[in-house]
């Protein structure tokens, strides 16, 4: 791949309602899009960093910095690479900052599928044809909007119910809609906000047949997970603990978690989301992707990351509608609604960045010419 040009994009858009999670809530979202231009194919990546950097230690100011100073220099010096899993390698010098990474190694995978002509999907190696998917929901202040979130999402076929909880806002909530709902698909995500202390209470989320339980203890942390999984019956699934599959590998062995939300920014790109995917399919550890209310680009990517077979249970990757009033590409992601997203046959990606919606939604855009 002899990349001629990088551009990147910063973008703002702004989400149908409010977002809010333990640590935040996010409305107007800025990302980064990343372009790799060759003769012939542009390759297209997103950064999933936020613009407050609550989630991660990288924001979007912080990524693009990363990767205008350094990362897209390191690529230029590299007079061709002949895989995407090079990427990884050219930018192993410079530590951590994986979104500004996978941003970047996302475009050159995009690349590399459309100049061999198959879909991202099957250069990576997945074998479905199709991908189950769910929905994560946000924390809301009245119970009853939350019950019609979840009625309004079962009707339109997603296959599993992500429940943000927090401190005050946990226990009652799953209660209720164990109550009104039954026994549907259901998981929670607590993005860090307990600690052992609160042990008791997270054991009272044992009664209510919760799929998993997603990041209880600290963003950091994989010590308290190997304790707190030991006293609960409910699996633990990590999300910002893990960085990498040294990490993976590390919360196995100590048994600080049963199941794997692979996100691709988080943990620097797809060559390192295949590795994870592949050592927890040796250990029998099933994973999902996770979601960081991608724009349709970003959302491609999970798509093609969650036909590798042991994308076991429903992700995070809803549809385009969920989040965005339009999005940048065309077509847009849709779910069936029997919860299913159709693999896209296209090389590449599979859809379609649109120009004009790109330069409408572009806030600063610059071009780095090899
Ligand atoms: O993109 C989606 O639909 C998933 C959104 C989501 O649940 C999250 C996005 C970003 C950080 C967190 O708030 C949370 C997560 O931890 O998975
Ligand atoms: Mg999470």
């Known amino acids: 791949m002899k990349v001629e040009k990088i551009v990147l994009r910063k973008m703002s858009m702004q989400l149908k309602a409010p977002f809010r999670t333990s640590f935040g809530t996010q409305l107007q979202k800025q990302f980064i899009v990343s372009e790799v231009h060759t003769k012939e194919h542009i390759g297209y990546g997103e950064c999933v960093a936020m613009t407050v950097p609550l989630y991660s230690e990288e924001s979007v100011g912080g990524a693009w910095h990363v990767m205008e100073e350094f990362l897209i220099p390191l690529l230029f010096e590299q007079s061709e690479l002949r895989h995407p899993d090079e990427v990884t390698a050219c930018l192993a010098p410079i530590r951590r900052n994986n979104m500004a990474k996978a941003a970047l190694e996302g475009a050159y995978w995009d690349l590399f599928a459309?100049?061999?002509?198959?879909?991202?999907?099957?250069?990576?190696?997945?074998?479905?044809?199709?991908?189950?998917?769910?929905?994560?929901?946000?924390?809301?202040?009245?119970?009853?909007?939350?019950?019609?979130?979840?009625?309004?999402?079962?009707?339109?076929?997603?296959?599993?119910?992500?429940?943000?909880?927090?401190?005050?806002?946990?226990v009652q909530v799953i209660a209720?809609?164990?109550?009104?709902?039954?026994?549907?698909?259901?998981?929670?995500?607590?993005?860090?906000?307990?600690?052992?202390?609160?042990?008791?209470?997270?054991?009272?989320?044992?009664?209510?047949?919760?799929?998993?339980?997603?990041?209880?203890?600290?963003?950091?942390?994989?010590?308290?997970?190997?304790?707190?999984?030991?006293?609960?019956?409910?699996?633990?699934?990590?999300?910002?603990?893990?960085?990498?599959?040294?990490?993976?590998?590390?919360?196995?062995?100590?048994?600080?978690?049963?199941?794997?939300?692979?996100?691709?920014?988080?943990?620097?790109?797809?060559?390192?989301?295949?590795k994870i995917h592949d050592l927890c399919q040796k250990h029998g550890i099933p994973v999902w992707c996770g979601g960081m209310l991608e724009s349709g680009i970003g959302r491609a990517h999970n798509i093609a990351i969650t036909s590798l077979p042991n994308f076991t249970l429903p992700g995070d990757t809803a549809g385009s509608s969920r989040y965005w009033m339009e999005d940048i590409i065309k077509p847009e992601v849709t779910v069936s609604h029997d919860g299913l997203i159709h693999i896209p046959a296209e090389a590449g990606i599979g859809y379609e960045p649109v120009p004009e919606l790109l330069d409408k939604y572009t806030i600063q855009k610059q071009e780095f010419i090899r």
Do not use: W
């Open 176 to 274: 209720g809609l164990r109550q009104r709902f039954g026994n549907i698909p259901m998981m929670a995500d607590a993005n860090s906000a307990y600690t052992l202390e609160d042990i008791d209470l997270l054991k009272e989320l044992d009664d209510f047949g919760l799929m998993m339980i997603e990041q209880p203890l600290a963003h950091d942390d994989i010590i308290d997970h190997a304790q707190l999984q030991k006293q609960l019956k409910t699996p633990i699934c990590l999300d910002e603990s893990i960085h990498s599959v040294e990490d993976a590998r590390h919360a196995i062995e100590l048994g600080s978690t049963k199941v794997i939300n692979i996100k691709i920014g988080r943990v620097g790109g797809l060559t390192e989301s295949k």
């Open 114 to 170: 459309k100049q061999n002509d198959v879909p991202l999907a099957k250069a990576l190696g997945g074998n479905k044809t199709a991908i189950e998917v769910g929905v994560s929901i946000g924390i809301e202040e009245n119970i009853d909007d939350l019950y019609r979130l979840v009625e309004q999402y079962l009707q339109q076929g997603y296959r599993r119910m992500k429940i943000k909880i927090k401190p005050g806002k946990d």
